[in-house]
């Protein structure tokens, strides 16, 4: 007979404080580094495909991650999963 599974738990403020510092520092780290390109780089990056780009692309892997979950305890493979 299977062992009951415990529900598990959700985030609490201090996880979802940490990622928000964390995708901030990544922004304004990268806002930096490009204010060090020539300008030619930063109208590209700026104003051109690039920046759409990598909009897209993390908005999908983002969508991506969230679709697929984790998987519950009971879901994950085991050794005499043959």
Do not use: K
Not at 45 to 53: E, K, T
Request: hydrophobic letters at 50%; proline letters at 10%; glycine letters at 10%.
């Amino acid at each position: 007979m299977a062992e009951p599974v415990a529900p598990r738990r959700q985030p609490g403020w201090p996880q979802v404080a940490f990622v928000a510092a964390s995708v901030v520092i990544v922004v304004v780290g990268a806002a930096l580094v490009t204010g060090f390109l020539p300008e030619e780089f930063q109208r590209a990056i700026f104003h051109g495909p690039v920046l759409i780009g990598v909009l897209i692309v993390g908005t999908a892997w983002v969508l991506w991650r969230i679709s697929r979950g984790r998987p519950m305890i009971d879901e994950r493979p085991t050794d005499n999963d043959g």
